[in-house]
């Protein structure tokens, strides 16, 4: 399973950015997918994840309402809609797919795109 993430990019504190989880080879419509980042010298943290549906998502506590996550299986894409960010937000952010509840939790994903840098800083 490849997953390729995009988007990523250099923005002020406040601006947006939208990262793109892009499936190859296979449809991503069976697979819950979860949004990760890790920053230099810290721990991989969940984001973000939603079900193969669409119809459940969950947040961690620090990018409630902030961030949205979305997807569309027409185009094996989900999306990570991120507002108001913060330089804290600063990392490489990477997609997850599995066949997994809703969940955050890293050793629950086996397939894992290569991640894209998401820098915020004026």
């Known amino acids: 399973l490849q997953l390729v993430e995009s988007g990523g990019g250099l923005v002020q504190p406040g601006g947006s950015l939208r990262l793109s989880c892009a499936s190859s080879?296979?449809?991503?419509?069976?697979?819950?997918v979860a949004w990760f980042r890790q920053a230099p010298g810290k721990e991989r943290e969940g984001v973000s994840c939603?079900?193969?549906?669409?119809?459940?998502?969950m947040y961690a506590d620090s990018v409630k309402g902030r961030f949205t996550i979305s997807r569309d299986n027409a185009k094996n894409t989900v999306y990570l809609q991120m507002d108001s960010l913060k330089p804290e937000d600063t990392a490489v952010y990477y997609c997850?797919?599995?066949?997994?509840?809703?969940?955050?939790?890293?050793?629950?994903?086996?397939?894992w795109g290569q991640g894209t840098q998401v820098t915020v800083s004026s």
């Open positions: 080879g296979f449809t991503l419509d069976a697979y819950a």
């Open positions: 997850a797919a599995d066949y997994v509840v809703s969940t955050l939790n890293p050793a629950d994903f086996h397939s």
């Open positions: 939603i079900s193969d549906d669409g119809a459940s998502t």
